[in-house]
T-cell receptor, first 114, second 114 residues
Framework: EAGVVQSPRYKIIEKKQPVAFWCNPI?????LYWYRQNLGQGPELLIR????????DSQLPKDRFSAERLKGVDSTLKIQPAELGDSAVYLC????????????FGPGTRLTVL | AQSVTQPDIHITVSEGASLELRCNYS??????LFWYVQSPGQGLQLLLK??????LVQGIKGFEAEFKRSQSSFNLRKPSVHWSDAAEYFC????????????FGKGTTLSVSS
């Protein structure tokens, strides 16, 4: 079974440019998370989806970040415009919508903003 | 406030020696506790999890962890470390119900010396 797929794996952009990250969760997983991991820190939640609905986006900086999960499967996270402080690893995780199930993480996208 | 504290930023252990990584948590609800490992350029891999029952849980790669409610701790142990265990280790806490984002500690980097 394929794991969580993310692309691109690495991205380098100039500040003020837009950038998008893509995530394909494990087949059948209803819940999808986007986390941001700053250097030397643990991951922190940006947004959580239950199927196609964003049920927790309280930590998403909505002035520049947006996300979508059309059809409740894969998801895209966008930043426009990017700032220097956005440099981080963006992790996607998916989970079956039942208790006790672990979150499965993708390899992440490492973003560098110059 | 909900939080996870990993007091040790970096630990160096000799190959073959025992290991203990500390984790303390603060959480308002019944906690669901995890240890993840992250190798460079890789996503997070679950080592073990505690939901309920026996407070000593066994994980993959020979790791175990003990939940101590009175101390709000969930320390990770391994009796004999291998060079391939060098990585970053994250302790995380979540609520028992599904679809809850995890709160991660800042991680402990493990180096293994020969």
């Amino acid at each position: 079974e394929a794991g969580v797929v993310q692309s691109p794996r690495y991205k380098i952009i100039e500040k003020k440019q837009p950038v998008a990250f893509w995530c394909n969760p494990i087949s059948g997983h209803n819940t999808l998370y986007w986390y941001r991991q700053n250097l030397g820190q643990g991951p922190e939640l940006l947004i959580r989806y239950e199927n196609e609905e964003a049920v927790d986006d309280s930590q998403l900086p909505k002035d520049r970040f947006s996300a979508e999960r059309l059809k409740g499967v894969d998801s895209t996270l966008k930043i426009q415009p990017a700032e220097l402080g956005d440099s981080a690893v963006y992790l996607c995780a998916s989970q079956l919508q039942t208790t006790k199930d672990e979150q499965f993480f993708g390899p992440g996208t490492r973003l560098t903003v110059l | 406030a909900q939080s996870v504290t990993q007091p040790d930023i970096h630990i160096t252990v000799s190959e073959g020696a025992s290991l203990e990584l500390r984790c303390n948590y603060s959480y308002g609800a019944t906690p669901y506790l995890f240890w993840y490992v992250q190798s460079p350029g890789q996503g997070l891999q679950l080592l073990l999890k505690y939901f309920s029952g026996d407070t000593l849980v066994q994980g993959i790669k020979g790791f175990e962890a003990e939940f101590k409610r009175s101390q709000s701790s969930f320390n990770l142990r391994k009796p004999s470390v291998h060079w391939s265990d060098a990585a970053e280790y994250f302790c995380a806490v979540g609520a028992v119900q599904a679809g809850t984002a995890l709160i991660f500690g800042k991680g402990t980097t493990l180096s293994v010396s020969s």
